[in-house]
């Protein structure tokens, strides 16, 4: 659980020479009694972003998702001042990287979220811009506009959703209401013309899934332009009302890792599909959104929706970035095997998107990332079915 209360207790016990094997808090703690982090103790190096924590908890209560059960449905938060000193914490430390508000719904709280947005866009215009955000939150923080104003003028870049999938009866199936209530395609689309990538998260294997499912997704997410798709396969944590519904119907292999994003020893629930056309159709749905042709085409698609953010100001690249621009371009220009790719890419964006250049580089080498994963969870789940006491 959280340790603002437990951590102190076992350091004394520690201290004592009597620790105890489980520590349980009895309540979800004040989350003003969380102190700064010592920035000193880590080498900035070594990091892309640096983690801040605004809220902990979900108003939502998705039958798969051990959120609430850790952290309650009551959104905390830490008052503005107190999230205001830990920015600051990190502008006298020397970090201009990116920040991530790691909390599981930043904006659980519409009218707390905009408060805390109000300050930060204040200390950010006081301070010339010098940071920018990304954090996760619901797929309805798009149909509001004044919260995706406050936004782009608070200088976030991305945000983490949870759409999860396209087919209704499956959403009614893990109790995603929220997500009935909008229409997917166009809160993408409203967060990309606020200037906010969206980081999409889906899940394959919910028992009303159709045949379909696979290249319904895949279509939704070309259609969208969404240039990050983390699609993992139904995983039930332990506590949840989908771990307790499946251990009632016989249908848990066992225990989760709590990764069933290109992970079969995450993956814990017997679907309704079989194993044999759940990892098939997973494995194609992995492959076609990562391979090389295909995927530089739906970021095309993503810079020609995304808006450049109008607050934040433009910079010369300095010396480290220009070093890795010339690392991914002989990576991807040079090494790669889909390089003509890469290279037809990068001159018709120059050509129709030169304003978004660097945005469309970070883009295509996160892409790199997942297509590596996910080539090597293809190249080894044959591997897997071999050696694993799994019927698939």
Excluded at 136 to 147: F, G, T, W
Excluded at 193 to 198: F, G, L
């Amino acid at each position: 659980g959280e340790a603002e209360e437990t951590l102190p207790e076992f350091l004394d016990d520690l201290a004592a020479g009597k620790t105890r094997a489980v520590y349980r808090n009895e309540r979800f703690p004040d989350l003003s009694m969380s102190p700064v982090p010592k920035w000193d103790l880590i080498d900035f190096s070594n990091y892309l972003t640096m983690p801040l924590q605004v809220t902990r908890g979900c108003p939502h209560d998705c039958d798969f998702c051990h959120v609430t059960i850790l952290n309650g449905r009551r959104p905390r938060s830490k008052n503005i001042y107190k999230v205001l000193s830990e920015i600051e914490s990190l502008y006298e430390v020397g970090w201009r990287g990116p920040i991530m508000f790691v909390d599981d719904n930043f904006t659980g709280r519409r009218s707390l979220a905009k408060r805390i947005l109000a300050a930060i866009v204040q200390w950010q215009t006081e301070h010339a811009y010098p940071f920018v955000f990304l954090s996760q939150a619901s797929v309805e923080v798009a149909s509001d506009p004044e919260l995706l104003a406050l936004l782009q003028q608070a200088g976030f870049i991305q945000l983490f959703l949870g759409i999860e999938t396209t087919v209704p009866a499956s959403l009614l199936e893990c109790n995603k209401q929220q997500n009935l209530r909008c229409d997917l395609t166009e809160m993408v689309r409203a967060l990309h013309e606020h200037s906010i990538d969206v980081l999409g998260g889906f899940i394959v294997g919910f028992d009303a899934d159709p045949p379909t499912i696979f290249d319904d997704l895949a279509m939704f997410v070309e259609k969208t332009g969404i240039p990050t798709a983390m699609v993992g396969v139904l995983a039930a944590p332990p506590g949840t009302r989908l771990y307790n519904r499946m251990a009632a119907e016989g249908r848990l292999t066992g225990e989760s890792d709590g990764d069933s994003i290109a992970n079969l020893s995450g993956m814990n629930v017997v679907p309704v599909m079989g194993w044999d056309r759940l990892l098939a159709g997973y494995k194609e749905l992995l492959t076609r959104l990562y391979e090389p042709k295909p995927y530089y085409r739906r970021v095309m698609r993503f810079l020609s929706s995304y808006k450049l953010n109008p607050w934040l100001p433009r910079r010369l690249p300095t010396n480290t970035q220009v070093h890795t621009f010339l690392r991914i371009v002989w990576m991807l220009g040079v090494k790669d095997h889909e390089r003509l790719s890469f290279w037809q890419f990068l001159f018709r964006m120059l050509l129709k998107n030169p304003e978004l250049f660097p945005l469309g580089i970070a883009t295509i080498v996160g892409g790199y990332h997942y297509r590596l994963i996910s080539q090597r969870f293809v190249a080894s789940a044959q591997l897997e079915r071999l050696t694993s006491g799994r019927s698939i």
